[in-house]
């Protein structure tokens, strides 16, 4: 079995292998999980792998410069570029078993937008575009949609038309492709997963687990920031798919 480090790549070069598309990043990750599960990376049934939302109430979530490819506002702090503002970000997180049990486990992050390594180890993913020392706004402070990757796939869908002006024109030159539709014929629920919101009440770790993992849990679960490391930590995926 590979170890995490001489599975991370340059990310230029590893994520050529995979279809991307500039700004139409929602669609990327659907087609990066298909992918990951037929090339062997990930469990055929993708039940090792969770989509990550990271948005907030104000459409603006903070990183750390230099990281991300694209940015949506940028601010500055003492003459110095201090970060990059996103409306959304998505990615899949993979929790992956290095062993016959869970307490030989990995997790890695599979970001197409980002300069780090592809994939990255969760904590130096979070520390490299977190940075937990670098406070941000309450306005700005992010909040992350996980999701069942075998959920996602079936449920997901878009009709492209967040891309569009107020005239129809374009913002970004769309995919090729067809857009994406879910099995249940849904052509357009991106905005059920973009909206996050700060979670009301106090849900205990094992309890989100436990949810995330159920099949009718179609926009699976919200997290608080201080929560995700904990969170991917306590994750089982054996037998994931089998309640």
């Not at 991370?8 to 599960?37: D, M, Q, W």
């Amino acid at each position: 079995m590979a170890t995490e480090s001489s599975e991370a790549t340059s990310s230029s070069e590893a994520i050529s292998e995979f279809i991307h598309t500039p700004f139409y990043c929602e669609e990327n990750i659907y087609f990066l999980c298909k992918k990951l599960c037929e090339n062997g990376k990930a469990n055929a049934d993708g039940s090792d792998l969770f989509v990550v939302f990271i948005s907030n109430e104000k459409k603006a979530v903070g990183f750390l410069s230099n990281v991300f490819t694209k940015f949506v506002l940028l601010i500055w702090d003492n003459g110095h570029l201090a970060a990059s503002f996103k409306k959304c970000h998505s990615m899949y997180v993979q929790r992956k078993r290095d062993g016959d049990d869970d307490e030989t486990s990995s997790t890695l992050v599979w970001d197409m937008d980002s300069s780090l390594p592809f994939p990255s180890p969760l904590d130096s993913y979070l520390s490299e575009t977190t940075r937990p020392s670098f406070e941000l706004f309450s306005d700005f402070q992010r909040f992350y949609r996980v999701v069942h990757a075998p959920v996602f796939l079936r449920g997901f869908a878009s009709d492209r038309s967040h891309m569009k002006d107020s005239a129809g024109n374009w913002n970004a030159q769309p995919p090729a492709y067809e857009p994406v539709v879910a099995e249940d014929g849904t052509v357009n629920n991106l905005k059920e997963y973009m909206d996050i919101h700060a979670p009301t009440e106090t849900v205990a770790i094992d309890e989100l687990t436990k949810m995330v993992l159920r099949q009718d849990q179609k926009h699976g679960v919200v997290l608080k920031e201080s929560q995700v490391k904990e969170f991917f930590s306590q994750l089982n995926v054996t037998n994931a798919l089998s309640d």
